[in-house]
């Protein structure tokens, strides 16, 4: 969790198998202007790709027993009721 990859972080790097999982994490409050999704933007999307593929290249490019990377995001929204999480595998 939380791996400084160069000027880059993420939020979880995980196997499922042979891919390579990154996952990038978004919350919210119940008073927030927008929902945790809503705030993964292009902008946001771009620099975790970026930071996935300064990874890949240097880590993981030659590893044998990783076929692939793959992109999700989850939400995480906290409301009276207790936290509400969604994942979307695939997300970008």
């Known amino acids: 969790m939380n ?7 993420l939020d979880i790097v995980a196997r499922d198998g042979p891919l ?3 996952v990038e994490v978004r919350s919210r ?3 927030s202007w927008t929902s945790a999704f ?3 933007d292009a902008a946001k999307r771009r620099r ?3 930071a996935g593929q300064w990874l890949w290249d240097r880590r993981y490019r030659n590893d044998a027993s990783v076929e692939r990377m793959r992109f999700d995001a989850a939400s995480v ?3 009276p009721e207790g936290p509400r999480i969604e994942y979307v595998r695939a997300a970008f």
């Open 3 to 9: 791996l400084r990859v160069g000027s880059y972080e």
């Open 20 to 22: 390579l999982v990154v």
């Open 29 to 31: 409050g119940p008073g």
């Open 38 to 40: 809503g705030s993964l």
């Open 48 to 50: 975790v790709r970026r």
């Open 77 to 79: 929204t906290f409301t």
